[in-house]
């Protein structure tokens, strides 16, 4: 079966950075758009970053572009999520996601997801 398995997540202050990874098994990494979402406490979870199976195209939420950066490693079926400048506003549990479009846009387009890892920024 897939599993997304997620890491990185830690406290860090304000102003600081962090990479996550996710490694995924069991499906045709290669061939799935990969993403990140996260959930604040109390809060829906919502999209972060995408970015396609080639590793050539991404999107952001707004929130984050300029800060965060997506990338992949399709040889060792593992993306990343290099989050720079963090803020308190970023603190949440952050998923790893896979899905089947060019680029996933949305939980609909999402087919599998990660357990996720606290990030907590303080300030």
């Known amino acids: 079966q897939v599993q997304l398995v997620e890491s990185g997540g830690k406290l860090v202050q304000a102003g600081g950075s962090l990479r996550l990874s996710c490694a995924a098994s069991?499906?045709?990494?290669?061939?799935?758009?990969m993403g990140w979402f996260r959930q604040a406490p109390g809060k829906e979870r919502e999209f972060v970053a995408t970015i396609d199976w080639a590793g050539l195209s991404t999107y952001y939420t707004d929130s984050v572009k300029g800060r965060f950066t997506i990338s992949r490693d399709n040889a060792k079926n593992t993306v990343y999520l290099q989050m720079n400048s963090l803020k308190s506003e970023d603190t949440a549990v952050y998923y790893c996601?896979?899905?089947?479009?060019?680029?996933?846009?949305?939980?609909?387009?999402?087919?599998?997801w990660g357990q996720g890892t606290q990030v907590t920024v303080s300030s």
């Open positions: 069991g499906l045709t990494f290669s061939r799935n758009a």
């Open positions: 996601a896979a899905g089947p479009f060019a680029l996933i846009r949305g939980p609909t387009g999402v087919r599998s």
